[in-house]
């Protein structure tokens, strides 16, 4: 294989990862160096003059003239008879200067230096691609379905970039077929051995954020700051927005007339139910909106153990806790305090936990999960329904009312 034939063959490389001619003049440069210092022991007294653009290569080996029989480095001496078969009229001391032909280092060497160039081209290829995508964390990106696994699916975008939506980054409602596009953000980025490995999220609070930047004008230019997101995908997510104008009404301009601008979100989103709710310094006032739809009656808060016991009617009660315990669970991640629901007039009940001594702790939580703090909290509830809500057995919590009914009986 002539000089010439290996760079035609790499320019295929060349033109289709488009590497621009400064990269690939050093890719050659280091791919010869290494095949020399494998075949002379090292490559100092060789110059390598590349052409990309035309495809030429020369190898030129420089070596000083010695007297025949004084040759004690091979790589770096000639003898005065062999440099006289170069030119005629050389003379002890000189520098010889000696093409080297790519077929001079043999055939395995050519076709590992052939493989090692494909090797160096993937590997520059690779870290690009990491390093554009890197950049691209926590951002809207559009890809299509090309393969779908069990466990995830498999995108690609028109450069041909693989990227990957695991089954836990999914909303639960999402289906795909090849060639659907899909939105996502690109929630992390990895070199896996020399392969960037890119991970697309559709369950990230940022996804929905990112969203509200991209459908509303208004967060896109800042006037409005999205201050925190919290989600069950699929289900539910609370929005807490706000804004340094206040001519801007910053609730109505996120949902839009009769919910314009956020139903587009919405649908993206699998039917996610999103309450957009103004954010406030005032702990009280923030802790009453997050629990939106619930009229709230009053609150009493704890700053050192980060709980809210809030008071409502009755019947405000289902409606602060929500389908599945949603509502409850959100708006306590969202103001970051725990919230235990009483009913106006509980004075005359009783705390699950005064139960601990017969009531185990676990099963406790379970209930407190669903929003139910209290003794007639959970003798209000059909035992049925709390089997649907909680991770409980029927006779695990059938054990637990005979225990709360005693104590009222008594």
């Given at each position: ?23 690939l003049m ?19 007294n ?92 926590g ?11 069990h ?18 980054k999914?909303i ?15 929630e ?21 954020e ?18 925190k ?60 909106r997050?629990?939106s ?35 409850i ?15 106006e ?6 705390e ?8 185990e ?36 919590i059938a ?12």
């Amino acid at each position: 294989m002539e000089n010439l034939a290996l760079i035609d063959s790499f320019s295929e490389f060349k033109d289709d990862k488009l590497i621009d001619r400064v990269t690939l003049m050093a890719i050659l440069e280091d791919v010869f160096r290494n095949a020399l210092k494998k075949k002379y022991g090292s490559d100092d007294n060789f110059d390598i003059i590349i052409n990309p653009d035309k495809g030429d290569l020369e190898i030129w080996r420089n070596r000083v003239v010695v007297a025949d029989g004084e040759v004690e480095e091979p790589n770096e001496e000639i003898s005065l008879t062999e440099a006289r078969k170069i030119e005629a009229d050389f003379e002890i001391g000189e520098d010889v200067s000696e093409e080297v032909k790519l077929i001079d280092l043999g055939r395995r060497s050519i076709l590992a230096l052939r493989q090692n160039l494909i090797s160096k081209i993937h590997e520059h290829d690779n870290t690009n691609i990491y390093k554009q995508f890197k950049e691209l964390e926590g951002e809207i990106y559009t890809a299509e379905v090309h393969h779908i696994r069990h466990r995830a699916v498999i995108l690609l975008d028109d450069e041909g970039n693989e990227i990957i939506l695991p089954k836990d980054k999914q909303i639960p409602s999402d289906f795909f077929r090849k060639g659907d596009n899909v939105r996502g953000i690109i929630e992390s980025v990895e070199l896996k051995g020399n392969k960037p490995a890119i991970i697309m999220s559709r369950a990230n609070p940022l996804f929905l954020e990112k969203l509200f930047e991209q459908e509303i004008p208004e967060v896109f230019d800042g006037l409005i700051t999205v201050k925190k997101v919290v989600r069950i995908p699929g289900e539910k997510a609370k929005v807490a927005v706000d804004s340094y104008d206040d001519r801007i009404d910053p609730v109505g301009a996120c949902v839009g007339m009769k919910g314009s601008r956020i139903h587009g979100i919405v649908r993206e989103l699998g039917n996610e139910n999103i309450d957009v709710i103004n954010y406030t310094n005032n702990l009280q006032l923030f802790i009453t909106r997050a629990l939106s739809p619930a009229k709230v009656t009053s609150i009493k808060l704890n700053e050192e153990t980060k709980r809210a016991e809030v008071i409502l009617r009755p019947e405000e009660v289902s409606k602060a806790i929500g389908r599945g315990g949603h509502n409850i669970r959100l708006a306590g991640q969202l103001t970051g305090y725990e919230i235990d629901v009483l009913r106006e007039g509980a004075e005359e009940d009783v705390e699950l936990r005064e139960f601990s001594d017969e009531i185990e702790g676990w099963i406790i939580d379970e209930f407190r999960k669903i929003g139910l703090d209290t003794a007639k909290s959970v003798l209000e509830q059909d035992i049925h329904d709390l089997v649907k809500r909680t991770d409980l057995e029927e006779e695990t919590i059938a054990e637990v009312i005979n225990i709360l009914k005693e104590e009222f009986e008594e």
